[in-house]
């Protein structure tokens, strides 16, 4: 017996759809299903890169993660990357083919021609793969936009799959998201929508079995769970919504880290594993203030190299940085971050900017070079003269040169990267603080953190997940509801 698609839509953005998607992955995985994860459209600054060297969402190569099996650029065909406020970077079967704004890519007339694409990288999915558990994107009920939609209802239709509505209860007014969301839907929607999950709930979840026969009563569909908030489980987070709820200060009693909160930031989950670091207070700030606190400054990636170098500029940030740095503090720079650390960025080709040149901050003596060609790999490698093995992945427009090599980096016969001395560092290699031993040399010998292997704590956490899931939803209705004849 296979079983048809599975999906998870929400009521908004934030809600929970990747996570729980993630964890009925790892359920199906464990009952002797072979999963796969797909979301037909995504907008994050949180990336990754498939064995192939094409770029997906990173919340689909998390999803995959928890299926067990390698990430493809068919599990996120459609990936949007703001650029600015209002135009994003728009990547198909994982290679970027130009830029639009949110008016042209909206309302312009090729939303068809993405959808097909879309379907044809599910089938190709559906292949290899059983079942599918998409995620959708957002609220499905946004009403100016959902004729044009590729990633909501309209592709649970075409996969003929089974939608389990999420709703966050810890934001309030559940009631009205759950039964606004389901009234605004046309029937042949609403038909599709199988079951309703709360998520996020804080107490004692008794206490809103008066409140599940409320909804069930108002909608005329089944709750088919009511999921805890759960501050023990760490999956990865997706988006910006998340890094608006992360730490923003320094502390007095732990390492000071502050990774520079740039206007265009991209991944931020480079810092997931570090900011778990019993020794480590992490946080993202602005403010020159308190950047100023930090023992460590990290320059993380950004999707606009030159604006966020003008932004140091203009808050004052880049004078904190250069001060740090003059006095032996760490400052470390991570893909754009290494870039604007040294003497100068050009863009030649227009890819970011009208600007031909700026000077960086001067740290580093490399020159770089923004590039029509996007470079996307992952790599394994060894960290300056440490015999362990490292894995992580680029994904960068632009090269960068010196006169002056110090490689940081060796990854086999070629090295990358640029060490100026234990305290300053910059490399292209994004996961690059996934590997303990890039953390243990950071932090120094202080004590040691109890995660040593970054994969067998992600599968521990997969699995808590899942035994979380197991023990709030109604698993046996559901597969019960997506069972199709071989």
């Given at each position: 017996?296979?079983?048809?698609?599975?999906?998870?839509?929400?009521?908004?953005?934030?809600?929970?759809?990747?996570?729980?998607?993630?964890?009925?992955?790892?359920?199906?995985?464990?009952?002797?299903?072979?999963?796969?994860?797909?979301?037909?459209?995504?907008?994050?600054?949180?990336?990754?890169?498939?064995?192939?060297?094409?770029?997906?969402?990173?919340?689909?190569?998390?999803?995959?993660?928890?299926?067990?099996?390698?990430?493809?650029?068919?599990?996120?065909?459609?990936?949007?990357?703001?650029?600015?406020?209002?135009?994003?970077?728009?990547?198909?079967?994982?290679?970027?083919?130009?830029?639009?704004?949110?008016?042209?890519?909206f309302l312009g007339n090729n939303k068809e021609n993405l959808f097909n694409e879309a379907k044809n990288a599910f089938d190709s999915l559906a292949a290899e793969y059983h079942p599918i558990v998409l995620e959708g994107a957002g609220s499905i009920s946004e009403l100016n936009l959902k004729h044009r939609d590729i990633?909501?209802?309209?592709?649970?239709?075409?996969?003929?799959?089974?939608?389990y509505?999420?709703?966050?209860?810890?934001?309030?007014?559940?009631f009205a998201s759950v039964y606004g969301t389901i009234e605004l839907l046309e029937k042949w929607e609403r038909d599709l929508i199988k079951g309703i999950i709360i998520n996020k709930f804080r107490g004692d979840i008794n206490l809103?079995?008066?409140?599940?026969d409320k909804i069930e009563e108002l909608t005329g569909i089944p709750v088919i769970g009511v999921v805890p908030y759960a501050s023990d489980i760490y999956i990865e987070d997706e988006d910006s919504v998340a890094l608006s709820q992360k730490n923003e200060m320094a502390s007095t009693e732990k390492i000071n880290i502050a990774v520079v909160l740039l206007p265009h930031i991209s991944n931020y989950t480079d810092f997931n594993l570090l900011e778990r670091d019993e020794r480590v207070n992490l946080f993202y700030s602005k403010s020159a203030e308190e950047i100023e606190?930090?023992?460590?400054?990290?320059?993380?990636?950004?999707?606009?190299?030159?604006?966020?170098?003008?932004?140091?500029?203009?808050?004052?940030?880049?004078?904190?940085?250069?001060?740090?740095?003059?006095?032996?503090?760490?400052?470390?720079g991570i893909c754009g971050?290494?870039?604007?650390?040294?003497?100068?960025?050009?863009?030649?080709?227009?890819?970011?900017?009208?600007?031909?040149?700026?000077?960086?901050?001067?740290?580093?003596?490399?020159?770089?070079?923004?590039?029509?060609e996007k470079t996307t790999i992952q790599r394994e490698f060894k960290f300056k003269n440490y015999e362990e093995k490292c894995r992580g992945y680029e994904i960068h427009m632009g090269t960068s040169v010196t006169n002056k090599p110090s490689p940081l980096l060796q990854i086999n016969d070629t090295k990358e990267g640029y060490l100026l001395n234990d305290n300053c560092w910059g490399s292209y290699m994004h996961g690059i603080f996934d590997n303990q031993v890039v953390i243990d040399d950071l932090l120094g010998s202080v004590s040691k953190n109890e995660v040593k292997n970054y994969e067998a704590f992600k599968n521990e956490n997969f699995d808590k997940l899942a035994?979380?899931?197991?023990?709030?939803?109604?698993?046996?209705?559901i597969y019960a509801q997506t069972t199709i004849v071989a």
């Open positions: 017996m296979k079983k048809s698609p599975i999906m998870f839509v929400g009521t908004g953005s934030d809600v929970g759809k990747s996570i729980i998607t993630a964890g009925f992955c790892r359920v199906l995985k464990q009952d002797g299903y072979h999963p796969a994860p797909f979301k037909a459209q995504n907008m994050s600054l949180n990336s990754f890169v498939t064995p192939e060297g094409l770029e997906i969402g990173r919340a689909q190569a998390v999803q995959a993660d928890a299926c067990g099996i390698p990430c493809k650029s068919n599990m996120n065909p459609v990936l949007l990357k703001p650029t600015s406020h209002k135009s994003s970077q728009i990547i198909l079967h994982g290679k970027p083919i130009g830029n639009q704004t949110a008016n042209e890519y990633v909501n209802m309209r592709m649970a239709q075409y996969a003929k799959a089974s939608v509505l999420i709703a966050d209860i810890d934001k309030g007014g559940v809103f079995e008066t409140g599940r606190k930090a023992d460590i400054i990290i320059l993380p990636g950004t999707k606009n190299t030159i604006a966020d170098l003008q932004f140091l500029r203009t808050d004052c940030i880049a004078k904190v940085v250069l001060k740090a740095f003059d006095v032996g503090k760490k400052v470390i971050g290494y870039q604007m650390m040294g003497e100068e960025v050009s863009d030649p080709f227009g890819v970011e900017s009208d600007a031909t040149i700026i000077p960086g901050l001067g740290i580093l003596p490399l020159k770089t070079a923004l590039t029509k035994d979380l899931l197991r023990d709030c939803l109604d698993i046996e209705k």
